[in-house]
């Protein structure tokens, strides 16, 4: 059974451009969720969408959107690129919706902003 | 607001040998679920062990189990018998009963080095 599968896996963009990073979850997982790693914060929960609608989000600003799609692909965007957007952007997948669950990490997008 | 300390950036361990890492947390639910989260370099983040605030037995799964202490709100994680591939940053993790799933609040982790 594949993983969760995201992409790209590494990216470069300046300052002020957008960028859309992709998450393919496991075949089966309706809910998805994002979160921003940096050595300074640690991982901090962005969003979390199941059957297409987003369920909860995390204290990021509003340059920072997601959607999902009915085949349970999300995707996030992040628009007026700052320094500090550079991080490990992880998405993970669950097969249920209640707290408790096991969540599935991808390896995550690298995104370094200049 | 839930919150999860990991007071130990970086420890490390023989080979062989047992180490325990050491994770708090705040929060007012009566239930709620705590994680121990594995992330090795360059690679995905796997759950190594789940621990249900109900529950008064620890969760144990092989060589790594947890010492749950409810009333200190306190949720260490030992690893017996480390291997080279134990080497990774640990998070401990958290969520509410009534929460949503993919809502974790995480520690900033601790990076565990194993020496042959």
């Known amino acids: 059974k594949a993983g969760v599968t995201q992409t790209p896996r590494y990216l470069i963009k300046t300052r002020g451009q957008q960028v859309t990073l992709s998450c393919s979850p496991i075949?089966?997982?309706?809910?998805v969720s994002w979160y921003q790693q940096t050595p300074g914060q640690g991982l901090q929960f962005l969003f979390e969408y199941f059957s297409e609608t987003q369920r909860n989000k995390g204290n990021f600003p509003g340059r920072f959107s997601g959607r999902q799609f009915s085949n349970s692909r999300s995707e996030m965007n992040v628009s007026t690129l700052e320094l500090g957007d550079s991080a490990l952007y992880l998405c993970?997948?669950?097969?249920?919706?209640?707290?408790?669950?096991?969540?599935?990490f991808g390896e995550g997008s690298r995104l370094t902003v200049l | 607001a839930q919150t999860v300390t990991q007071s130990q950036p970086e420890m490390s361990v023989q080979e062989a040998e047992t180490v325990t890492l050491s994770c708090t947390y705040d929060t007012s639910e009566s239930d709620y679920y705590l994680f121990w989260y594995k992330q090795p370099p360059s690679r995905q983040m796997i759950l190594v062990i789940r621990?249900?605030?109900?529950?008064?037995q620890n969760a144990t799964e092989n060589r790594f189990s947890v010492n749950f202490q409810k009333a200190a709100k306190s949720f260490s994680l030992k690893i017996s018998d480390s291997q080279l591939g134990d080497a990774a940053m640990y998070f401990c993790?958290?969520?509410?009963?009534?929460?949503?799933?993919?809502?974790?609040?995480f520690g900033k982790g601790t990076k565990l080095s194993v020496k042959p």
């Open positions: 993970a997948s669950s097969l249920i919706t209640g707290p408790g669950g096991e969540l599935f």
């Open positions: 075949s089966g997982h309706r809910s």
């Open positions: 993790a958290s969520v509410n009963y009534g929460g949503s799933q993919g809502n974790l609040i």
């Open positions: 621990q249900e605030a109900y529950k008064q």
